[in-house]
């Protein structure tokens, strides 16, 4: 599996957990995570080595950050996942799995 790709279904798992137990407190994982996966996503296609630096600094100062309208960040998860052209069949049925709860959460 592709790093972006692994980045991206963790966030998704989170994703999935926060909608279903309502629990804001993992939107700054969930974050950490899609930052991550862009960060991969442009390695791959550029070549260039910016992973070490980008992926240190997604990290730093997530444990605090929360959302009252996570919503937004799982629309944007699903987003980036979109953009990174998601391959797995397991990430694709997460990402199916995430969207219908979302949508059956509004």
């Given at each position: 599996m592709?790093?972006?790709e692994q980045f991206i279904k963790?966030?998704?798992?989170?994703?999935?957990?926060?909608?279903?137990?309502?629990?804001?407190?993992?939107?700054?994982?969930?974050?950490?995570?899609v930052i991550k996966a862009?960060?991969?996503?442009?390695?791959?296609?550029?070549?260039?080595?910016?992973?070490a630096l980008a992926?240190?600094?997604a990290s730093i100062n997530v444990e605090g950050f929360r959302s009252n309208n996570y919503k937004s960040?799982?629309?944007e998860t699903l987003?980036?996942?979109?953009?990174i052209g998601?391959?797995?069949e397991e990430v694709k049925k997460l990402y199916q799995e995430v969207k219908d709860n979302l949508e059956e959460s509004e």
């Open positions: 592709r790093l972006a963790d966030a998704l798992f989170l994703s999935l957990k926060m909608i279903n137990e309502n629990d804001p407190s993992l939107v700054g994982k969930i974050w950490e995570n862009i960060v991969a996503f442009a390695q791959e296609k550029s070549g260039k080595d910016v992973l992926l240190g600094m960040i799982v629309k987003k980036v996942a979109d953009k998601i391959q797995d």
